[in-house]
């Protein structure tokens, strides 16, 4: 090395990290502050969304249907339109940070520092289940002030909004990530998670409809998601919950193989 | 010999069929001040994205402290501060939240003296709790610069930090880039502004088309490459213009030469041919005309 560039310096060393987690911790707690910050849009707008479905829906068919025998369609109704809410915003969350950070560019904050793929997915994943479970909460507990809702098998309930918020976080990601513009996001969102989910046995039990229907539901994933989370509350649901249990979890294992495949080989990140 | 700051061998890449980086070999010691000029589409910024991560090569390494940024990649990051060419921010947050994150995104949660430091310094401190919405372009910039520096790196990347910035803020920048230099963090700088890079560099390469076409000290550079010039207004600037000058507006022809003992026989020539000398200048050599020779012979 010639003389001319090389002088005697102070070595500087880079500050050392506090704990091997801590990088972690910090992007999850930024994305949990990111949709916390406009908590009426992310978490108001979407509890109000659902009593309106609640409202119109118990007005004009709560006494002309009851489901599994004796159970009132308003209550019945509930844990269907907390689910969906739960299932929308956790994909909301994560497919929104990703393509707004992508458009405007600052996703080079999170790409710069030493985080692992792996961080980058789990942060992304659990804030979006946070913000699933809140506006879930939100929308169980105003519901429960109009309408009696049991719970028969809260663990249930827990379990599968845990695993289905995971599911559509991860979803989220794999479409912030694919997706270069808000046109194709929005169709994403509206061409794919969106039937899925309001065909998933929200608003209906799938006894209601004629065989071929039933038998196609049985392969829209969201409808175990949805039936699984309702067995946790009436102790009663359409299918096994054991089934339900494991084809959601099967869908997280699957799909959050595939969104870190896709972390990993840094497609549409690292170019 | 201590470990290269950088140290970067045989790394290409390719977009399609445009190559972007063909086999670069590049070595920048510690503490140095290191100058990254080319044209646009050279492959300064692929480069850089390549040092941090952000751009996988298609072959050949890249060490930062002597860190592989693949395989040992979280070292080499914390190693590295990068402040991005574009003028990002993410408008949910203001200065000192946007500060904080970013130190705890390298693991360093407890960071708050350091931070308060690097705001007095860049004059950011009055601007601290304000939302990165309500900043002037030019304080964006400095907020840029703040975030690169949060976790304390040995080596900075500056790609073009003065693009569309004004000349009180860039003399702010620099004294404060210089004063890091001295405290002994390398620096490398990509810029469009080739008199600062004269200025500020101890070391300069120039890509074209993805290759190194030209590195060396800038001093050896400015000997090597750059020549004096001299430039008369004439009577008569047609036979200025016939003696090997080259024609410019007002009168004005310009002669290049290697070294001031041509000047003397110049004038002479002028004399004899009856050109009718009014003004005349001279001009020292400079990294642009460097720039332009290498550009044109590479």
């Known amino acids: 090395m010639p003389e001319s560039f090389s002088r005697a310096v102070p070595r500087i060393e880079p500050m050392a990290a506090e704990s091997p987690l801590a990088g972690f911790r910090t992007l999850l707690y930024k994305e949990v502050l990111r949709f916390w910050k406009v908590s009426f849009q992310t978490v108001g707008a979407p509890v109000l969304n659902a009593l309106l479905f609640l409202l119109i829906f118990s007005h004009v068919l709560d006494r002309h249907v009851t489901v599994y025998g004796e159970v009132a369609y308003t209550s019945f109704l509930v844990p269907g339109l907390v689910m969906m809410s739960v299932l929308q915003n956790a994909f909301a969350n994560s497919s929104s940070s990703l393509i707004q950070s992508k458009i405007t560019g600052n996703i080079i904050f999170v790409l710069l520092p030493p985080l692992s793929y792996r961080e980058f997915y789990a942060a992304y994943v659990i804030a979006s289940t946070l913000r699933g479970l809140m506006v879930g909460a939100g929308v169980l507990a105003v519901s429960a002030a109009f309408v009696e809702v049991p719970m028969a098998h809260p663990l249930w309930v827990l379990g599968f909004a845990v695993l289905g918020g995971a599911i559509l976080g991860s979803l989220g990601v794999i479409a912030g990530i694919w997706a270069d513009k808000f046109d194709q996001l929005a169709a994403f969102q509206n061409f794919l998670i969106m039937p899925l989910t309001m065909l998933s046995g929200v608003f209906y039990s799938i006894h209601s409809l004629p065989q071929f229907w039933q038998d196609v539901s049985h392969f829209n994933p969201f409808f175990f998601m949805i039936d699984g989370f309702r067995y946790g509350f009436f102790g009663q649901s359409d299918t096994s919950p054991w089934l339900s249990l494991g084809v959601v979890g099967l869908c997280f294992v699957l799909i959050a193989a595939l969104t870190l495949a896709m972390l990993a080989r840094g497609y549409k990140l690292r170019s | ?298």
């Open chain 2, 1 to 298: 010999m201590s470990t290269p700051a950088i140290r970067i061998q045989g790394v290409s890449k390719h977009y399609g069929s445009l190559k972007a980086l063909g086999g670069v070999d590049l070595e920048v010691g510690q503490g140095e001040f290191f100058g990254l000029l080319g044209p646009n589409g050279a492959g300064k910024t692929t480069l850089i994205s390549a040092l941090s991560g952000l751009v996988r090569p298609d072959g050949g390494t890249l060490a930062i402290m002597g860190h592989d940024v693949v395989a040992d990649y979280r070292n080499a990051r914390r190693n590295l501060g990068v402040v991005p060419q574009e003028l990002v921010f993410d408008p949910f947050f203001s200065v000192r939240e946007l500060l904080r994150i970013q130190s705890g995104y390298f693991g360093i949660r407890s960071n708050d003296d350091w931070i308060d430091e690097i705001l007095a310094s860049l004059d950011l401190a009055h601007k601290a709790n304000a939302n990165m919405r309500m900043l002037s372009g030019g304080m964006k910039r400095r907020v840029l610069v703040a975030q690169a520096l949060v976790h304390r790196p040995p080596v900075i990347v500056l790609d073009e930090p003065t693009a569309g910035v004004d000349v009180e803020l860039r003399q702010g920048l620099w004294q404060f880039i210089r004063k890091l230099n001295r405290d002994g963090h390398t620096i490398v700088l990509t810029t469009h502004y080739l008199e600062e890079a004269e200025a500020l560099c101890g070391r300069i390469a120039m890509l074209k088309a993805g290759r190194i076409v030209a590195l060396d000290t800038t001093a050896n550079l400015l000997r090597r490459f750059a020549t004096h010039s001299l430039a008369v207004r004439l009577e008569h600037p047609g036979r200025g213009v016939e003696l090997g000058g080259s024609a410019g507006e007002g009168g004005w022809v310009d002669f290049a030469f290697d070294s001031y003992t041509e000047v003397e026989a110049l004038l002479a020539r002028l004399r004899e041919a009856g050109a009718g000398l009014v003004e005349m200048r001279l001009g020292e050599p400079d990294l642009e005309r460097v720039f332009v020779e290498v550009m044109n012979r590479a």
